[in-house]
C-alpha cells in the first residue's frame, strides 16, 4: 500500500496528518516540525525516527498510537509538546535528547508499557503530569536544570506519585522499589 506524505507552509517542511496503517516510518529529513494530530491514532504505528531536522513535536502528535514501541528522537528537537504521547500504551522506550529544552504537560500521559525514561538536565521546563499513568515506570532519571510546573508522576492505584511542592526538582534517579519511590543523586 501506498502511503501519501502531505506537508505545508514551505514544501516539505511540516509534516501534517498521514495515513494511518504505517508500521515503522523514518520521518523525511526535510521535514522540520510534527504537527499536531500528525500521526493521531495510528494504530498499526509500531516504529518512528525522528530525523536531527526536526526542532518540535507537536501537540498529539503521536495519541492514540497504540502499538507504537519505540521512538528515536535524533538531537535537533527542542520541544515536546503537550500531550505529544498521551495513550501510546505500547510504548517501552524513548529516548530524549540533549537538545530538547521543554516537554509539555501529559506528554506522556498513560503511557503504561514505560519502564524508564531519562530527563537530560537540557530540559529547563517540564509541563504538569507528564507521566501520569505510567503505571509500568520504575526509573526516572532527571537532569540538574528541571524545572517542574506541578506534580511529575502519579497513577491510578497508588503505583507512583510523587509531587514536587517548589519549582524545582532535585536532579538525580527516582526508583520505585517495594511501594515507595527512592532517590539517588547523580
Not at 504537527?35 to 531536522?53: D, K, N, Q, W, Y
Not at 500531550?83 to 517501552?92: I, K, R
Request: proline letters at 4%; charged letters at 10%; glycine letters at 12%.
Amino acid at each position: 500500500q501506498a502511503v501519501a506524505v502531505c506537508y505545508s507552509a514551505k514544501p516539505g517542511t511540516r509534516l501534517l496528518p498521514i495515513p494511518k496503517g504505517l508500521g515503522q516510518y523514518t520521518i523525511p529529513a526535510s521535514v522540520t516540525s510534527i504537527e499536531s494530530f500528525a500521526f493521531a491514532v495510528c494504530t498499526g504505528l509500531t516504529l518512528v525516527r525522528i530525523p536531527a531536522g526536526v526542532t518540535s513535536i507537536g501537540e498529539r502528535a503521536f495519541y492514540g498510537c497504540i502499538s507504537l514501541t519505540s521512538v528515536t528522537i535524533a538531537a535537533g528537537v527542542t520541544s515536546i509538546r503537550e500531550t505529544a504521547f498521551f495513550g501510546c500504551t505500547g510504548l517501552t522506550s524513548v529516548s530524549i535528547p540533549a537538545s530538547v529544552t521543554s516537554i509539555g504537560f501529559s506528554a506522556f500521559y498513560n503511557c503504561t508499557g514505560l519502564t524508564s525514561i531519562n530527563i537530560p538536565a537540557s530540559v529547563t521546563s517540564i509541563g504538569d503530569w507528564p507521566f501520569h499513568g505510567c503505571t509500568s515506570l520504575t526509573s526516572i532519571r532527571i537532569g540538574a536544570n528541571v524545572r517542574l510546573k506541578g506534580g511529575m508522576l502519579s497513577s491510578e492505584n497508588g503505583f507512583a506519585y510523587y509531587y514536587a511542592h517548589t519549582n524545582n526538582c532535585k536532579a538525580g534517579v527516582y526508583t520505585w522499589r517495594g511501594g515507595a519511590w527512592s532517590y539517588a543523586e547523580q
